[in-house]
């Protein structure tokens, strides 16, 4: 029994942090936003570029991840989202005790005061920073709080970056048995049609 509910609660934790705010940033959970944001770095994106260099990139991106409260649209909050988008990739990259110690700091510098609410049809939920703070440390503080459990249950191995050499893209590994390795389908067939290419060149 100890076993199982031990299963149970991991898995509750790996959904809670793919899940979080799911009435805020919904597609994919708040995981799915963490990862869409850090991803839209230079070396992450699609395109290679960076995918968040001007406020009407910022504005696309909200369109597909709703947050409530202020939005001011304006090159200050470009550029403290930029920096919010820093934070995330290092937590993602750290290891759990580092992870720990950044989300903890986040949280203390907002400063987090958790509640539950509900609105635009969502369930009851937790936010811990006002709807009138600034849009960068409402997603700093609505990462951390998604994380927490994923650190809490010792589950940061499945918070990685994509394997390919030239791709710096963040993932969450949902596999059953951990073992995925590269952001997108994209970058898996790039790298195995590069090794098949050189096991021939070899033979």
């Known amino acids: ?15 809670l ?9 919904s597609r994919g959970g708040f995981a799915g936003f963490i990862v869409a944001l850090a991803n839209t770095a230079a070396g992450a994106s699609r395109s290679g570029a960076d995918e968040l260099s001007t406020v009407d990139q910022l504005a696309r991106l909200l369109e597909r991840y709703t947050f409530v409260g202020r939005v001011d649209g304006d090159e ?10 820093a934070q995330l990739r290092d937590v993602w990259t750290a290891d759990r005790d580092d992870a720990a110690a950044m989300v903890n700091r986040m949280l203390r510098e907002a400063p987090a005061r958790p509640y539950l609410i509900r609105h ?3 369930d009851w939920h937790v936010h811990a920073t006002e709807p009138g703070a600034p849009l960068a440390e409402r997603m700093r503080v609505d990462a951390a709080l998604a994380l927490m459990s ?3 249950m010792d589950e940061t191995g499945r918070l990685r970056v994509c394997a390919a050499d030239d791709c710096a893209g963040l993932f969450a590994d949902m596999s059953r048995n951990g073992s995925r390795r590269f952001c997108s389908v994209r970058c898996g067939n790039r790298v ?6 050189a096991r021939r060149l070899r033979g």
């Not at 195995?192 to 290419?197: D, L, W």
């Open 150 to 152: 994923v650190i809490r």
């Open 17 to 25: 942090y793919r899940q979080h705010r799911e009435g805020s940033a």
């Open 1 to 15: 029994m100890k076993v199982s509910i031990r299963s149970r609660a991991k898995q509750s934790s790996i959904l």
């Open 76 to 85: 200050v909050e470009l550029a403290q989202v930029r920096a919010a988008r």
């Open 120 to 122: 635009d049809g969502s």
């Open 192 to 197: 195995n049609m590069s090794a098949c290419r």
